[in-house]
């Protein structure tokens, strides 16, 4: 009997968490985030979206290749201090400085993978970095030759053969 009412207890305890989990991932799904757009003229526009509007406007990390992150921040290129990268959770901004001195951004989603189709992965495994502007499905594709843990991140464009070398800010 002691063992029947410890077993009932203990399914009981386990449906207490599950029920738990699924409030805390239902309250974090309903999250509210403030999106602040800058447009070209450097107007500026707020609106409030949740995290699924979030997710579907900049997409979700892929979770399968959590240790395949960048690191988030501001990433200044090696040669030309006036261009970058910032990085954040879902997307990845390509900046310049434009002649007011403002920084002009082009926002993309990423995903980062173990593989691409036009590199040999069968031969030299990698880490490659798949960039998708959403405004016009503009897409790039890089090899991750540094991923940043050092202060460096590096790049190879699969397309033109360039590596492009950002340091942290």
């Given at each position: ?16 968490i ?25 107007e ?75 590199a ?16 016009d ?9 540094n ?23």
């Amino acid at each position: 009997m002691k063992m029947l009412i410890t077993l009932l207890l203990l399914l009981i305890l386990t449906s207490c968490i599950e029920i738990n989990q699924n409030l805390e991932r239902d309250k974090e799904s309903k999250k509210e985030y403030k999106l602040i757009v800058r447009d070209g003229a450097g107007e500026t526009t707020e609106q409030i979206i949740t995290k699924e509007e979030a997710d579907e406007l900049y997409g979700k990390p892929n979770s399968n290749l959590k240790e395949l992150k960048l690191p988030i921040g501001t990433w200044i290129h090696e040669k030309d201090a006036s261009a970058g990268l910032q990085i954040t959770l879902y997307r990845i901004s390509m900046f310049t400085k434009n002649t007011e001195g403002s920084y002009d951004h082009d926002w993309y989603s990423y995903k980062i993978m173990d593989q691409h189709k036009k590199a040999d992965t069968d031969v030299n495994p990698g880490k490659f970095l798949n960039l998708t502007r959403s405004i016009d499905e503009d897409t790039l594709s890089y090899e991750i030759l540094n991923d940043g843990e050092n202060g460096t991140i590096s790049l190879l464009h699969l397309d033109s053969g360039r590596i492009h070398v950002y340091n942290k800010e």
